[in-house]
């Protein structure tokens, strides 16, 4: 059977014909529109994402960094490798890149917020990942906390900052140093230069630990007279005031050696 004595295929095959011209109208329009100057990137328009601020990112920087390393037109730009470009930029933790017609580009931006100076030297942000930017740009504000750990425990010890800043509040003490060491026992310095011996997460919940202690240290503060130099936690049924003349100055924080005769042990 001829196809053409068919009306129905005729006219199924008219309309296909028709649509292939059509889209290569347009795929031939648009090539010819993405040539054109006027779709050539003009702007970059530079952005906090909602809620955040922004007070390290320098737009002037942004905009360099995408004229330098990425080409193309409104309609041929990746954004993908936009995005990526971007967040090599020193404290740019996040972006999102949009297109607005005809020729501009909006880069929204989510800073680090800087927790803390890691011991490798790069920072910490708030959600426990590692980042390097201007420590003195980051100290803006002052000195920042310093955190340790082995490799991956980032997180970790920022969520032990967090716990333990809620947990010594009633002694108006505030953490400036936590450590985990590679055998896992858990250290801190606080404010005034007392350093806690926390130990590891075997027995007594660290977070009980540390409560027994803030309950019990004004009244042992005030029969002593003087403050604690290095507080030990890691007993069972209470801790052990120590002096740093017992472990000595050089001794590491966690992994200080300690001398049983010497403690002055509240039950």
Excluded: C
Aim: aromatic fraction near 6%.
């Amino acid at each position: 059977m001829n196809p053409w004595h068919s009306p129905r295929l005729a006219n199924a095959l008219a309309r296909m014909l028709s649509a292939a011209v059509v889209l290569a109208l347009l795929a031939t329009v648009v090539s010819w529109a993405a040539r054109r100057d006027v779709f050539d990137l003009r702007l970059v328009r530079v952005e906090a994402v909602a809620g955040h601020k922004l007070r390290q990112s320098s737009e002037s920087l942004l905009r360099a960094t995408i004229a330098q390393r990425i080409h193309g037109s409104f309609f041929s730009i990746n954004l993908e490798e936009v995005r990526a470009v971007i967040e090599t930029v020193p404290w740019v933790r996040r972006a999102q890149v949009r297109r607005v017609w005809p020729n501009r580009l909006v880069v929204a931006i989510e800073e680090h917020r800087p927790l803390a100076l890691w011991e490798d030297g790069r920072l910490v942000n708030t959600y426990g990942e590692l980042f390097s930017a201007n420590l003195d740009e980051a100290e803006e504000d002052g000195a920042l906390p310093q955190f340790g750990g082995p490799k991956d425990s980032e997180s970790a010890v920022v969520r032990r900052y967090a716990e333990l800043r809620d947990l010594l509040a009633p002694l108006g003490a505030v953490p400036v140093a936590v450590n985990l060491s590679a055998r896992h026992a858990w250290s801190a310095q606080l404010d005034d230069g007392t350093r806690l011996m926390i130990g590891r997460e075997q027995g007594l919940a660290l977070a009980d630990r540390i409560r027994r202690w803030v309950a019990a240290y004004p009244a042992v503060k005030a029969q002593l007279n003087r403050r604690a130099e290095v507080v030990d936690l890691r007993y069972p049924n209470g801790f052990a005031l120590r002096s740093l003349s017992v472990l000595g100055d050089a001794a590491p924080l966690a992994d200080a050696s300690v001398n049983p005769a010497s403690n002055r042990t509240v039950e």
